[in-house]
């Protein structure tokens, strides 16, 4: 099993729609959970950290689930401009903390 | 004002060639790290540095050596490149190492695109 696992998709969504991505992790005693946005060709950029109690950053939610083991990045009102791949990044114990990637979910919004 | 660079941005080269890859960062970081992304665009961490010591070294061949002459800089050092080298190599660089427990963002240079033909 993948110590991070994403759905692949591609989640193909019209404008204005709300789109959910979720983030399942192996280990329990992961620490710091992060979404991270990748446009094509370009370098991964933070799109928000996940916190305990959840966060809210405008159009975008990301909430923390540890009995699950999972973390969720919510899109509402999808713009054109969403389109990407987002990552999820989990710090997982292994002697040090080790920054683990998802491979990440294709967003395309369409007109 | 560029964050984290790294140079070159493309390298191609031929199989069992020795190549470097630099990177700069200007945010006054303590950690640094090297990524490697394959063309099924898996980011995986390959090295840590914080302070100019290795903290982080994830099952990589030791064709692989990482250099810190000073934590500004990470280079990447890759002797006789092999076929499956060939990958997007991302240096990155945060405030703090994951193992402070802090959930410190990782800022990404630009990717160096490496070919071995």
């Known amino acids: 099993r993948k110590e991070v696992e994403q759905d692949p998709g591609p989640f193909n969504v019209p404008e204005g729609a709300t789109v959910a991505f979720n983030c399942t992790y192996s280990n329990s005693a992961s620490q710091s959970f992060f979404w991270y946005r990748q446009d094509c060709r370009k370098e991964p950029k933070l799109l928000m950290s996940?916190?305990?109690s959840g966060n809210e950053d405008g159009r975008f939610t990301a909430q923390l689930n540890r009995a699950s083991q999972y973390i969720s990045l919510l899109i509402r009102d999808s713009k054109l401009s969403d389109s990407a791949t987002y990552l999820c990044v989990v710090n997982v114990p292994g002697g040090s903390y080790i920054p683990t990637f998802g491979r990440g979910t294709s967003l395309i919004v369409h007109p | 004002d560029t964050a984290v660079s790294q140079t070159p941005k493309y390298l191609v080269t031929q199989m069992g060639n020795d190549k470097s890859i630099k990177c700069e960062q200007n945010?006054?970081?303590?950690?640094m790290y090297w990524y490697k992304q394959d063309s099924k665009k898996f980011l995986k961490i390959m090295f840590s540095?914080?302070?100019?010591?290795?903290?982080i070294n994830e099952t990589v061949p030791n064709r692989f050596s990482p250099k810190s002459p000073d934590k500004a800089h990470l280079n990447l050092h890759i002797n006789s490149l092999e076929l499956g080298d060939s990958a997007v190599y991302f240096c990155?660089?945060?405030?703090?190492?994951?193992?402070?427990?802090?959930?410190?963002?990782?800022?990404f240079g630009p990717g160096t695109r490496l070919t071995v033909l």
């Open positions: 996940v916190y305990s």
């Open positions: 990155a660089s945060s405030k703090r190492p994951a193992s402070s427990g802090g959930a410190d963002e990782q800022f």
């Open positions: 540095y914080n302070n100019k010591e290795l903290i």
């Open positions: 945010l006054g970081h303590d950690t």
